[in-house]
């Protein structure tokens, strides 16, 4: 293999090791709630109130957004008479120790990973014929150049690229009689030591305040296959 694959295989490899997460999160048994193994999904539902929740879910641009957050995937049904609200800060992840993750706007979201379509900035990983591999991004520079494998004299950033943080974020605000959403919700990323998690969703219907409760596990990725809980 010649110096300039060489530096390609290296760089998509880390690029992969970049975008996969280590953990994921996954549903659990409780009473009350209904599990779909084949969705990764788990439903409750409450005084008409349905929600269904997809943890790990996260297919969209920029795949390597589980990185820096924890997406879930919400779709929620109100079938009452009456409007149902909820805003960002009404959804929250509480772990084992009861520190809060709560959710974020899609603007800070944005703002969190920077401003470059979501890909991780990470280090300068391989250099052949005048290109040095940064994770998904090239960075070009003079082959004559002697100095350390900086960018200079010659480089070309990436233009940003379209995602899908904001348009595949769930809606809030009120939900009326009989309507539906979906949509995901960001949550700040989990502490490294992390092992069980309990989804609120905190609501008012009409003037009442109510909140549904979902346990979740996070578990280890091993070789991209998730172990069923049990």
Known sequence: MGTRALALAVAVALAGCATAPSRVVVPVPGAGLALDPA????????????????????QGVPASLPVYVTPFHLAIANGTAQPLRFEYA??????????????????EVRRLIGGW????????????????????????????????????????PPASRPDDIAMLALPVGALHPGARSEGFVYFPRLR??????????????????????????VQRAAGGVVRPAV
Not at 119 to 127: A, F, N, T
């Open 117 to 156: 379509g979501g890909e991780p900035r990470g280090i300068v990983v391989g250099v052949a014929g005048g290109v040095a591999f940064h994770w998904r991004r090239p960075h070009y520079w003079d082959p004559w150049w002697w100095g350390p494998p900086w960018p200079y004299p010659y480089y070309y």
């Open 90 to 107: 009404d959804l929250r992840l509480f772990d084992e120790t009861r520190l809060q993750y709560t959710a974020l706007p899609p603007v």
């Open 192 to 217: 490294p030591e992390v092992q069980s998690l309990t989804f609120e969703f905190h609501h008012r219907l009409g003037d009442v305040p109510r909140v549904l409760t979902l346990p979740f596990a």
């Open 39 to 58: 969705q990764g999904s788990v439903r409750a539902e409450s005084d008409g109130i349905q929600v269904v929740v997809r943890p790990s879910a996260w």
